[in-house]
Protein backbone atom coordinates (compact mmCIF):
# COMPACT_ATOMS: atom_id res chain seq x y z
CA UNK A 1 0.00 0.00 0.00
CA UNK A 2 1.79 3.27 -0.81
CA UNK A 3 1.61 6.48 0.32
CA UNK A 4 -1.28 8.42 -1.56
CA UNK A 5 -3.24 4.93 -0.18
CA UNK A 6 -3.00 5.57 3.05
CA UNK A 7 -3.69 9.63 2.82
CA UNK A 8 -7.19 8.39 1.48
CA UNK A 9 -7.64 6.08 4.49
CA UNK A 10 -6.96 8.48 6.66
CA UNK A 11 -9.32 10.94 4.94
CA UNK A 12 -12.00 8.83 5.15
CA UNK A 13 -11.91 7.60 8.29
CA UNK A 14 -11.83 11.22 9.52
CA UNK A 15 -14.98 11.65 7.00
CA UNK A 16 -16.73 9.19 8.24
CA UNK A 17 -15.92 8.65 11.92
CA UNK A 18 -19.52 8.87 13.68
CA UNK A 19 -18.41 11.06 16.73
CA UNK A 20 -16.92 14.45 16.48
CA UNK A 21 -13.30 15.38 15.96
CA UNK A 22 -12.07 18.70 15.71
CA UNK A 23 -8.61 19.61 14.98
CA UNK A 24 -6.84 23.17 16.49
CA UNK A 25 -3.38 24.51 16.37
CA UNK A 26 -1.91 25.48 19.55
CA UNK A 27 -3.30 28.12 19.95
CA UNK A 28 -6.16 26.61 19.77
CA UNK A 29 -7.92 27.84 16.52
CA UNK A 30 -9.79 25.59 14.83
CA UNK A 31 -8.29 23.82 11.81
CA UNK A 32 -10.06 21.34 10.29
CA UNK A 33 -13.98 19.72 11.45
CA UNK A 34 -15.55 16.06 9.89
CA UNK A 35 -19.13 15.68 8.98
CA UNK A 36 -19.96 14.60 12.40
CA UNK A 37 -18.89 17.75 14.24
CA UNK A 38 -21.65 19.90 11.63
CA UNK A 39 -24.02 17.31 12.56
CA UNK A 40 -23.32 18.03 15.86
CA UNK A 41 -23.25 21.17 16.46
CA UNK A 42 -25.16 22.72 13.21
CA UNK A 43 -22.44 24.69 12.10
CA UNK A 44 -20.57 24.02 8.44
CA UNK A 45 -17.12 24.01 8.32
CA UNK A 46 -16.83 27.44 6.94
CA UNK A 47 -18.76 29.57 9.65
CA UNK A 48 -15.88 27.43 12.61
CA UNK A 49 -13.26 27.99 10.74
CA UNK A 50 -10.72 30.29 12.42
CA UNK A 51 -12.20 30.41 15.39
CA UNK A 52 -11.27 29.37 19.05
CA UNK A 53 -12.29 25.97 20.00
CA UNK A 54 -14.11 27.73 23.21
CA UNK A 55 -16.88 29.02 20.44
CA UNK A 56 -18.14 25.54 20.60
CA UNK A 57 -18.36 25.51 24.34
CA UNK A 58 -20.99 26.70 26.99
CA UNK A 59 -20.89 28.44 30.37
CA UNK A 60 -17.73 29.69 32.61
CA UNK A 61 -15.62 27.34 29.96
CA UNK A 62 -15.56 29.66 27.49
CA UNK A 63 -13.48 32.61 29.40
CA UNK A 64 -11.27 30.16 31.46
CA UNK A 65 -10.33 27.78 28.49
CA UNK A 66 -7.39 30.16 27.27
CA UNK A 67 -5.67 29.60 30.49
CA UNK A 68 -6.03 25.99 30.91
CA UNK A 69 -4.86 25.89 27.16
CA UNK A 70 -1.76 27.56 28.13
CA UNK A 71 -1.11 24.82 31.08
CA UNK A 72 -1.99 21.97 28.79
CA UNK A 73 0.70 23.48 25.66
CA UNK A 74 3.47 23.43 28.53
CA UNK A 75 2.68 19.42 29.21
CA UNK A 76 1.14 18.15 26.32
CA UNK A 77 -0.30 15.00 26.67
CA UNK A 78 -3.26 12.90 25.23
CA UNK A 79 -6.36 13.01 28.33
CA UNK A 80 -9.72 13.41 29.27
CA UNK A 81 -10.61 17.15 29.64
CA UNK A 82 -12.86 18.61 32.39
CA UNK A 83 -12.36 15.52 34.43
CA UNK A 84 -14.29 16.31 38.02
CA UNK A 85 -16.25 19.43 36.09
CA UNK A 86 -19.55 19.39 34.65
CA UNK A 87 -18.70 19.91 30.70
CA UNK A 88 -21.20 21.15 28.08
CA UNK A 89 -21.03 22.63 24.78
CA UNK A 90 -23.20 24.69 22.99
CA UNK A 91 -24.66 24.10 19.61
CA UNK A 92 -25.64 26.89 16.95
CA UNK A 93 -28.83 27.23 18.33
CA UNK A 94 -27.87 27.94 21.55
CA UNK A 95 -29.44 24.93 23.23
CA UNK A 96 -26.59 22.86 25.53
CA UNK A 97 -25.75 20.24 25.84
CA UNK A 98 -23.09 17.84 28.31
CA UNK A 99 -19.91 16.36 26.44
CA UNK A 100 -16.99 14.16 27.25
CA UNK A 101 -13.40 15.92 25.59
CA UNK A 102 -10.14 14.36 24.58
CA UNK A 103 -7.12 15.83 23.81
CA UNK A 104 -4.80 14.02 21.79
CA UNK A 105 -1.78 16.58 20.64
CA UNK A 106 0.69 15.63 17.51
CA UNK A 107 3.28 17.29 15.53
CA UNK A 108 3.94 17.72 11.64
CA UNK A 109 6.53 19.80 10.26
CA UNK A 110 7.44 21.28 13.73
CA UNK A 111 4.21 22.45 14.12
CA UNK A 112 2.20 21.69 16.76
CA UNK A 113 -1.32 20.50 16.67
CA UNK A 114 -4.50 19.18 18.97
CA UNK A 115 -7.10 16.72 17.69
CA UNK A 116 -9.99 17.02 20.22
CA UNK A 117 -12.73 14.57 20.19
CA UNK A 118 -16.26 15.46 21.51
CA UNK A 119 -18.54 12.67 22.27
CA UNK A 120 -22.26 14.02 23.21
CA UNK A 121 -22.91 12.33 27.19
CA UNK A 122 -26.85 13.68 26.54
CA UNK A 123 -27.90 9.54 26.80
CA UNK A 124 -25.63 8.74 29.82
CA UNK A 125 -26.07 11.78 31.91
CA UNK A 126 -29.87 11.19 31.46
CA UNK A 127 -28.99 7.81 32.56
CA UNK A 128 -27.70 9.14 35.27
CA UNK A 129 -30.11 11.58 36.35
CA UNK A 130 -32.68 8.76 36.79
CA UNK A 131 -30.17 6.27 38.43
CA UNK A 132 -30.67 9.46 40.58
CA UNK A 133 -33.92 9.92 40.66
CA UNK A 134 -34.54 6.23 41.16
CA UNK A 135 -32.05 6.21 44.17
CA UNK A 136 -34.06 9.07 45.97
CA UNK A 137 -37.10 7.41 45.58
CA UNK A 138 -35.38 4.24 46.92
CA UNK A 139 -34.25 5.96 49.61
CA UNK A 140 -37.53 7.37 50.25
CA UNK A 141 -39.52 4.10 50.23
CA UNK A 142 -36.17 2.51 52.52
CA UNK A 143 -37.29 4.88 54.96
CA UNK A 144 -41.25 4.50 54.71
CA UNK A 145 -40.59 0.61 55.33
CA UNK A 146 -38.23 1.50 58.14
CA UNK A 147 -40.77 3.39 59.91
CA UNK A 148 -43.28 1.28 59.23
CA UNK A 149 -41.24 -1.71 60.38
CA UNK A 150 -40.40 -0.08 63.31
CA UNK A 151 -43.95 0.04 64.26
CA UNK A 152 -44.72 -3.64 63.22
CA UNK A 153 -41.56 -5.01 65.61
CA UNK A 154 -43.35 -3.97 68.32
CA UNK A 155 -45.68 -6.53 67.77
CA UNK A 156 -43.45 -9.17 66.41
CA UNK A 157 -41.43 -8.58 69.40
CA UNK A 158 -44.11 -10.07 71.77
CA UNK A 159 -45.08 -12.58 69.47
CA UNK A 160 -41.66 -13.81 68.96
CA UNK A 161 -41.19 -14.00 72.89
CA UNK A 162 -44.13 -16.55 72.92
CA UNK A 163 -43.01 -18.35 69.78
CA UNK A 164 -39.74 -18.53 71.59
CA UNK A 165 -40.98 -19.94 74.81
CA UNK A 166 -43.13 -22.19 72.61
CA UNK A 167 -39.69 -23.36 70.86
CA UNK A 168 -37.49 -23.89 73.99
CA UNK A 169 -40.08 -26.47 74.90
CA UNK A 170 -40.63 -28.19 71.45
CA UNK A 171 -36.35 -28.10 71.39
CA UNK A 172 -36.32 -29.62 75.20
CA UNK A 173 -38.45 -32.07 74.20
CA UNK A 174 -37.31 -33.12 70.76
CA UNK A 175 -33.27 -33.14 72.60
CA UNK A 176 -34.95 -35.66 75.03
CA UNK A 177 -36.46 -38.08 72.64
CA UNK A 178 -33.05 -37.61 70.79
CA UNK A 179 -31.47 -38.26 73.67
CA UNK A 180 -33.39 -41.26 74.51
CA UNK A 181 -33.31 -42.41 71.07
CA UNK A 182 -29.38 -42.46 70.60
CA UNK A 183 -29.34 -43.94 74.05
CA UNK A 184 -32.05 -47.13 72.74
CA UNK A 185 -29.95 -47.29 69.76
CA UNK A 186 -26.71 -47.73 71.78
CA UNK A 187 -28.43 -50.51 73.55
CA UNK A 188 -30.04 -52.39 71.16
CA UNK A 189 -26.15 -51.91 69.20
CA UNK A 190 -24.47 -53.23 72.53
CA UNK A 191 -27.10 -56.26 73.05
CA UNK A 192 -26.20 -57.19 69.01
CA UNK A 193 -22.40 -57.16 69.64
CA UNK A 194 -22.80 -58.58 73.05
CA UNK A 195 -24.54 -61.54 71.24
CA UNK A 196 -22.95 -61.46 68.26
CA UNK A 197 -18.94 -61.46 70.13
CA UNK A 198 -21.29 -63.86 73.17
CA UNK A 199 -21.50 -66.43 70.41
CA UNK A 200 -18.51 -66.27 69.23
CA UNK A 201 -16.33 -66.26 72.31
CA UNK A 202 -17.99 -68.45 73.97
CA UNK A 203 -18.49 -71.75 71.69
CA UNK A 204 -14.45 -72.27 71.84
CA UNK A 205 -14.24 -72.65 75.53
CA UNK A 206 -17.53 -74.60 75.73
CA UNK A 207 -16.50 -76.72 72.70
CA UNK A 208 -12.83 -77.68 74.78
CA UNK A 209 -14.88 -77.91 78.12
CA UNK A 210 -17.44 -80.51 76.60
CA UNK A 211 -14.51 -82.55 74.85
CA UNK A 212 -12.12 -82.63 77.21
CA UNK A 213 -15.48 -83.94 79.61
CA UNK A 214 -15.91 -86.74 77.60
CA UNK A 215 -12.54 -87.46 76.74
CA UNK A 216 -11.52 -87.90 80.78
CA UNK A 217 -13.69 -91.05 80.87
CA UNK A 218 -11.78 -92.42 78.00
CA UNK A 219 -8.37 -92.78 80.22
CA UNK A 220 -9.85 -94.57 83.48
CA UNK A 221 -6.63 -96.75 83.96
CA UNK A 222 -4.33 -95.24 86.67
CA UNK A 223 -1.10 -95.07 84.24
CA UNK A 224 -3.56 -92.37 82.22
CA UNK A 225 -3.06 -89.90 85.02
CA UNK A 226 -1.19 -87.46 82.88
CA UNK A 227 -3.60 -87.60 80.03
CA UNK A 228 -6.84 -87.23 82.34
CA UNK A 229 -5.13 -84.18 83.90
CA UNK A 230 -4.23 -82.87 80.82
CA UNK A 231 -7.84 -82.62 79.80
CA UNK A 232 -8.68 -81.15 83.20
CA UNK A 233 -6.21 -78.52 82.78
CA UNK A 234 -7.92 -77.49 79.08
CA UNK A 235 -11.49 -77.43 81.45
CA UNK A 236 -9.87 -75.10 83.93
CA UNK A 237 -8.62 -73.01 81.25
CA UNK A 238 -11.48 -72.67 79.30
CA UNK A 239 -13.86 -71.45 81.95
CA UNK A 240 -10.98 -69.11 83.00
CA UNK A 241 -11.58 -67.69 79.23
CA UNK A 242 -15.78 -67.66 80.36
CA UNK A 243 -15.31 -65.91 83.34
CA UNK A 244 -12.81 -63.39 81.73
CA UNK A 245 -15.66 -62.41 79.06
CA UNK A 246 -18.90 -62.39 81.62
CA UNK A 247 -16.62 -59.87 83.79
CA UNK A 248 -15.79 -57.78 80.68
CA UNK A 249 -19.43 -57.55 80.10
CA UNK A 250 -20.23 -57.55 83.54
CA UNK A 251 -18.15 -54.30 84.01
CA UNK A 252 -18.94 -52.83 80.67
CA UNK A 253 -22.98 -53.09 81.83
CA UNK A 254 -22.34 -51.35 85.75
CA UNK A 255 -20.05 -48.58 83.64
CA UNK A 256 -23.04 -47.99 81.38
CA UNK A 257 -25.52 -47.95 84.57
CA UNK A 258 -23.46 -45.75 86.43
CA UNK A 259 -23.21 -48.10 89.37
CA UNK A 260 -19.65 -47.75 89.76
CA UNK A 261 -18.44 -45.20 92.51
CA UNK A 262 -15.17 -44.52 93.47
CA UNK A 263 -13.51 -45.31 97.06
CA UNK A 264 -10.70 -43.82 97.12
CA UNK A 265 -8.04 -44.41 100.20
CA UNK A 266 -4.13 -45.10 101.22
CA UNK A 267 -2.75 -48.38 99.76
CA UNK A 268 0.51 -48.99 99.32
CA UNK A 269 0.98 -49.63 95.27
CA UNK A 270 4.14 -51.68 95.25
CA UNK A 271 2.82 -54.64 97.44
CA UNK A 272 -0.48 -54.56 95.72
CA UNK A 273 1.41 -54.32 91.78
CA UNK A 274 3.41 -57.46 93.46
CA UNK A 275 0.22 -59.18 94.50
CA UNK A 276 -0.84 -58.85 91.00
CA UNK A 277 2.16 -60.85 89.32
CA UNK A 278 1.75 -63.01 91.33
CA UNK A 279 -1.77 -63.70 90.16
CA UNK A 280 -1.43 -63.77 87.00
CA UNK A 281 1.62 -66.40 87.13
CA UNK A 282 -0.91 -69.24 86.18
CA UNK A 283 -1.45 -67.45 82.79
CA UNK A 284 1.83 -67.05 81.55
CA UNK A 285 3.48 -68.50 78.77
CA UNK A 286 6.15 -71.13 78.53
CA UNK A 287 9.41 -68.56 79.56
CA UNK A 288 7.35 -65.38 80.32
CA UNK A 289 9.04 -63.14 82.57
CA UNK A 290 7.23 -60.14 84.18
CA UNK A 291 9.97 -57.76 85.68
CA UNK A 292 8.71 -54.99 88.04
CA UNK A 293 10.72 -51.61 89.18
CA UNK A 294 9.73 -48.55 91.78
CA UNK A 295 10.94 -45.82 92.52
CA UNK A 296 9.86 -43.13 95.17
CA UNK A 297 6.45 -43.36 97.29
CA UNK A 298 5.05 -46.68 97.90
CA UNK A 299 1.77 -45.73 99.28
CA UNK A 300 -0.89 -43.81 96.83
CA UNK A 301 -4.40 -42.59 97.51
CA UNK A 302 -6.48 -43.85 94.87
CA UNK A 303 -9.66 -46.72 94.48
CA UNK A 304 -7.75 -49.90 95.21
CA UNK A 305 -10.32 -52.03 93.56
CA UNK A 306 -10.26 -49.85 90.16
CA UNK A 307 -6.60 -49.92 90.20
CA UNK A 308 -6.63 -53.38 90.63
CA UNK A 309 -8.76 -54.11 87.47
CA UNK A 310 -6.49 -51.65 85.58
CA UNK A 311 -3.09 -53.73 86.14
CA UNK A 312 -4.97 -57.03 85.82
CA UNK A 313 -6.54 -55.95 82.64
CA UNK A 314 -3.20 -54.56 81.07
CA UNK A 315 -1.03 -57.60 82.17
CA UNK A 316 -3.22 -60.13 80.75
CA UNK A 317 -3.29 -58.59 77.67
CA UNK A 318 0.72 -57.92 77.77
CA UNK A 319 0.95 -62.06 78.15
CA UNK A 320 -2.11 -63.11 75.96
CA UNK A 321 -0.29 -60.61 73.02
CA UNK A 322 3.21 -62.19 73.57
CA UNK A 323 5.03 -65.37 72.23
CA UNK A 324 6.72 -67.59 75.18
CA UNK A 325 9.77 -66.23 76.41
CA UNK A 326 9.08 -63.28 75.85
CA UNK A 327 9.86 -59.76 78.79
CA UNK A 328 6.95 -57.67 79.96
CA UNK A 329 8.08 -54.91 82.54
CA UNK A 330 6.84 -52.44 85.01
CA UNK A 331 8.11 -49.63 85.80
CA UNK A 332 6.12 -47.42 88.42
CA UNK A 333 7.45 -43.88 89.32
CA UNK A 334 5.52 -42.23 92.19
CA UNK A 335 6.06 -38.67 92.60
CA UNK A 336 4.40 -36.29 95.67
CA UNK A 337 1.22 -35.69 93.44
CA UNK A 338 0.95 -37.87 90.53
CA UNK A 339 2.66 -41.59 89.61
CA UNK A 340 3.74 -43.10 86.08
CA UNK A 341 3.12 -46.33 85.61
CA UNK A 342 4.41 -48.31 82.49
CA UNK A 343 3.37 -51.65 81.25
CA UNK A 344 5.55 -52.96 78.34
CA UNK A 345 5.55 -56.53 76.73
CA UNK A 346 7.41 -57.49 73.28
CA UNK A 347 4.15 -58.75 71.58
CA UNK A 348 2.61 -58.45 68.35
CA UNK A 349 1.69 -54.82 68.44
CA UNK A 350 -0.63 -52.45 67.02
CA UNK A 351 -0.72 -50.26 63.69
CA UNK A 352 -0.96 -46.96 63.80
CA UNK A 353 -4.37 -47.27 62.05
CA UNK A 354 -5.87 -49.75 64.88
CA UNK A 355 -4.57 -46.91 67.10
CA UNK A 356 -6.73 -44.49 66.81
CA UNK A 357 -10.00 -46.91 67.59
CA UNK A 358 -8.02 -48.84 70.44
CA UNK A 359 -9.94 -47.95 73.34
CA UNK A 360 -13.63 -47.93 71.45
CA UNK A 361 -16.14 -50.75 72.38
CA UNK A 362 -15.54 -54.79 71.08
CA UNK A 363 -12.34 -52.89 68.57
CA UNK A 364 -10.49 -56.08 68.06
CA UNK A 365 -6.65 -55.03 66.01
CA UNK A 366 -6.12 -56.52 62.38
CA UNK A 367 -3.82 -58.63 63.55
CA UNK A 368 -5.39 -59.96 67.38
CA UNK A 369 -8.33 -61.54 65.24
CA UNK A 370 -7.33 -65.20 65.68
CA UNK A 371 -6.46 -64.47 69.50
CA UNK A 372 -9.30 -64.58 71.92
CA UNK A 373 -10.85 -61.80 73.43
CA UNK A 374 -13.75 -59.08 74.02
CA UNK A 375 -12.56 -55.99 72.52
CA UNK A 376 -13.70 -54.66 75.81
CA UNK A 377 -10.36 -54.79 78.21
CA UNK A 378 -9.12 -51.53 76.93
CA UNK A 379 -12.72 -49.54 77.04
CA UNK A 380 -12.88 -50.46 80.31
CA UNK A 381 -9.62 -49.80 81.76
CA UNK A 382 -10.03 -46.23 79.70
CA UNK A 383 -13.23 -45.60 81.48
CA UNK A 384 -11.99 -46.93 84.97
CA UNK A 385 -9.14 -44.35 84.14
CA UNK A 386 -11.70 -41.24 83.92
CA UNK A 387 -13.53 -42.45 87.10
CA UNK A 388 -9.91 -41.59 88.59
CA UNK A 389 -9.04 -38.81 86.41
CA UNK A 390 -6.42 -40.58 85.21
CA UNK A 391 -4.81 -40.85 81.19
CA UNK A 392 -4.00 -44.02 79.10
CA UNK A 393 -1.36 -43.32 76.39
CA UNK A 394 -0.19 -46.12 74.36
CA UNK A 395 2.76 -46.49 72.60
CA UNK A 396 2.89 -49.39 69.95
CA UNK A 397 4.64 -50.50 66.86
CA UNK A 398 3.61 -53.87 64.32
CA UNK A 399 6.08 -57.16 65.96
CA UNK A 400 8.22 -54.60 68.30
CA UNK A 401 5.39 -54.66 71.18
CA UNK A 402 3.26 -52.24 73.28
CA UNK A 403 3.85 -49.98 76.15
CA UNK A 404 0.66 -48.64 77.98
CA UNK A 405 1.55 -45.38 79.72
CA UNK A 406 -0.81 -44.37 82.55
CA UNK A 407 -0.42 -41.34 84.69
CA UNK A 408 -3.05 -41.10 87.35
CA UNK A 409 -3.07 -38.19 90.66
CA UNK A 410 -2.21 -39.90 93.85
CA UNK A 411 -2.87 -37.45 96.41
CA UNK A 412 -6.56 -37.00 98.55
CA UNK A 413 -6.94 -33.63 97.38
CA UNK A 414 -6.12 -34.09 93.39
CA UNK A 415 -9.12 -33.22 90.59
Known amino acids: MDEKQLRNIQHELFKHATESVVVTDEKGFILLINPATEKLFGYTYEELKGKRVEFLMAGDIRHTHEKHRDSYNKNPHSRKMGIGLDLKAQRKDKTEFPVEVSLSPFELNGEKFVIAFIIDITTRKNAEQQLLLHKKMLEDLTKELKAHNEKLEAKVIDRTKILQEALIEIEKSRKEMSEALTKEKELNELKSRFLSMASHEFRTPLTTILSSASLITAYPEKEQQEKRIKHVERIQSAVNNLNDILSDFLSLSRIEEGKINTDKKLFNVKTLIGELISDVVPIKKTGQIIHYAHSGKEEIYSDQKLFRNIIIN ?38 REDQQHLFERFFRGHNATNIQGTGLGLNIVARYLDLLDGHIEPKSELNKGTEFIITLPITKNAN
Open 314 to 351: LLSNAIKFSDEDKLISIVADVGDKDMELRIKDEGIGIS
